[in-house]
């Protein structure tokens, strides 16, 4: 039994092509922030209501590939992580080889301070979402850097193709959160 079971296995062994997988580098990452509370009814008789799911203050999703890659990294570091309404992202991604990077950041004020008690709700309470997102991108010839902060609302969506070895450093702060 022992010696036909060997057979069988050579069999399909020899009989099965083998395969070479490039599998480069590639990562992904999703962030959603909440915890607001939402104001319900007119501005002077309405409530706070805490409800679920819960809105959502701020997104952020990143890719990267490199598809040629032999080296590469991606190193984080995030702060706030379980606080209403707060985010802090610092990361770093890399490769040895040609790919790209793609980041999209969502923000929006969940309470518009013109319709809502915005006042007194958590300590340093701003009446609109504070938001920051910076990006450095390195190539072999080329750097180039984005910076974009506000309150309120806003969309950030960029993507970077490199042409050859690359980095790229991504700082995000939602409410203080960093």
Do not use: C
């Not at 599998?23 to 309405?46: A, M, N, Q, R, Y």
């Not at 040895?96 to 915005?118: C, H, I, L, Q």
């Amino acid at each position: 039994m022992k010696k036909l079971l060997n057979i069988i296995l050579i069999t399909l062994l020899t009989l099965t092509p083998v395969m070479a997988v490039d599998w480069g580098f590639s990562t992904d990452k999703e962030v959603s922030v909440t915890g607001d509370w939402e104001w319900s009814g007119p501005l002077t008789t309405g409530f706070w209501t805490k409800p679920t799911p819960q809105p959502v203050t701020a997104t952020y999703d990143y890719k990267a590939r490199s598809e040629d890659a032999t080296e590469s990294y991606y190193i984080e570091h995030e702060k706030s992580v379980g606080d209403a309404w707060k985010y802090g992202l610092s990361m770093q991604a890399g490769a040895n080889e040609a790919g790209w990077t793609k980041s999209e950041f969502d923000v929006r004020t969940v309470n518009d301070p013109e319709s809502s008690p915005a006042e007194g709700i958590a300590p340093d309470y701003n009446s609109y979402t504070q938001f920051e997102f910076h990006s450095d991108s390195h190539g072999e010839f080329t750097h180039t850097s984005l910076d974009v902060k506000g309150n309120g609302y806003t969309h950030v969506e960029t993507r970077t193709d490199f042409e050859s070895g690359w980095h790229q450093n991504n700082f995000i702060d939602v409410n203080n959160g960093w």
